[in-house]
């Protein structure tokens, strides 16, 4: 074969290439707009999150060194506000803070999908077995418990997916903060549950996504 053909068949097979390059890079292009049109039609929610209530089994501070063991109970519950999406929950973590720092351990809530308008309804444990805390925050917590009230955030992080018909999407970071108030000193606030005590709180909670 003589290098005139060798370069007449590199350059048609240059020529198949791009032609097939140019075709995927069509369709993913149009499936990108296909895909932001039907999103922008169906303006897809946030969910909504709503701490109901706290259950405290125990909440001790021993001042030196610095360490905290808690057991409590809440109640989250979620809706999907979409009517025609649907949210893949495949992980989320639940935990809690005070004063920006972490004060349980990691409770995993299982994953599950919400369909449209549906509302689930959690109710993990968050404990914490003597979880050193930092000295500021120690003493901070032990006036607040002799006090009677304190102030926590319950938090959850996770990732979810959007569906939509047949289509899923892919994984997105989810951030859940709620303000918990515990009246600790007046117990007649809350509902004896045995040696627990249980508070309503009723607080909605902040969503990023």
Request: hydrophobic share 40%; glycine share 6%.
């Amino acid at each position: 074969m003589s290098t005139k053909q060798c370069s007449h068949h590199k350059d048609k097979r240059k020529k198949i290439i791009r032609r097939v390059c140019s075709v995927i890079l069509v369709f993913l292009f149009i499936l990108l707009v296909t895909f932001l049109i039907i999103w922008a039609v169906l303006q897809p929610k946030k969910p909504r999150f709503i701490l109901q209530d706290a259950t405290i089994y125990a909440f001790n501070v021993t001042p030196v060194p610095n360490l905290l063991t808690s057991n409590f109970q809440v109640t989250v519950n979620s809706r999907n506000p979409n009517s025609k999406i649907g949210i893949y929950y495949d992980k989320l973590d639940i935990f809690a803070t005070y004063r920006s720092q972490q004060i349980t351990y990691y409770t995993t809530i299982l994953p599950t999908y919400q369909g449209h308008k549906d509302t689930n309804v959690w109710s993990p444990f968050i404990y914490g077995t003597n979880v050193p805390v930092a000295p500021y925050n120690g003493a901070a917590l032990s006036q607040d418990q002799s006090s009677g009230d304190i102030w926590l955030m319950i938090k959850i992080n996770g990732r979810v997916r959007w569906k939509v018909g047949s289509f899923t999407s892919g994984r997105y970071h989810i951030h859940v903060t709620c303000p918990a108030y515990i009246p600790f000193g007046n117990r007649n606030s809350g509902i004896a549950v045995g040696s627990a005590v249980k508070y309503q709180l009723s607080i909605k909670c902040k969503v990023s996504v």
